[in-house]
């Protein structure tokens, strides 16, 4: 915006410049003009008309060269603005992309949840009330795992090696007897690999 700023003050500056060129051009052609048609006879007054032409003729060159000057710092006004908007078309290119991919993932992600909460709906349907109330009270309690498989006696959830007392313990009770880790509280599940 700022580049584009630059020029278009640029393009301003110009035409205000041409303008001046264009008026003093005039000014000198109608002096000429005066100058030639004879009509102006006195030395003196012919004199200063000759001056004044002369001196229209210098300040229309440096007028030009203001001109010159405005037209090259527009030009490089011009190309950075080019090059400037090529890097946001690039870069907005970029964007797009970017957001597009989000939301293919977003897509994914919804439909993901959609099945797993399906899915835990089947299974939560199938555990009786009262273990499912402590699963959730521990899942609270425990930034999101209220169970833990047991895996070659140690806990999943905290990683730690039940002790020989709590291999005992839960060696010794029957399967549909609810276990518990003794130092996280976390639902121990058993599985043939539990090493027990
Ligand atoms: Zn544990």
Redesign the pocket.
């Known amino acids: 915006m700022a580049a584009q700023t630059e020029e278009s003050d640029c393009a301003r500056e110009q035409t205000k410049a041409e303008q001046d060129v264009d008026q003093v051009r005039k000014r000198a052609a109608r002096d000429q003009q005066r100058l030639d048609s004879g009509a102006v006879s006195s030395p003196k007054d012919l004199e200063n008309l000759q001056r004044e032409i002369t001196s229209l003729a210098k300040r229309q060159g440096d007028l030009e060269d203001v001109v010159l000057e405005v037209m090259e710092r527009r030009e490089s006004a011009q190309a950075r603005v080019d090059e400037l908007t090529e890097r946001v078309t690039a870069v907005q290119g970029k964007l797009d992309d970017a957001t597009a991919r989000r939301d293919a993932a977003f897509g994914e992600l919804d439909g993901e949840s959609a099945t797993v909460t399906k899915e835990r709906q089947v299974v939560a349907a199938s555990v009786p009330a009262d273990l499912l109330k402590l699963y959730e009270k521990l899942r609270e309690q425990q930034g999101g795992v209220g169970a ?1 498989r047991l895996y070659q006696r140690r ?6 090696e039940l002790n020989i007392t709590e291999v005992n313990e839960v060696r010794a009770a029957a399967p549909e007897t609810v276990v518990r ?6 639902i ?1 599940v058993r599985t043939s690999e539990s090493g027990i």
Request: net charge neutral; with cysteine.
């Open positions: 833990a806990c999943e959830g905290c990683q730690l880790c003794e130092n996280c509280r976390r121990l």
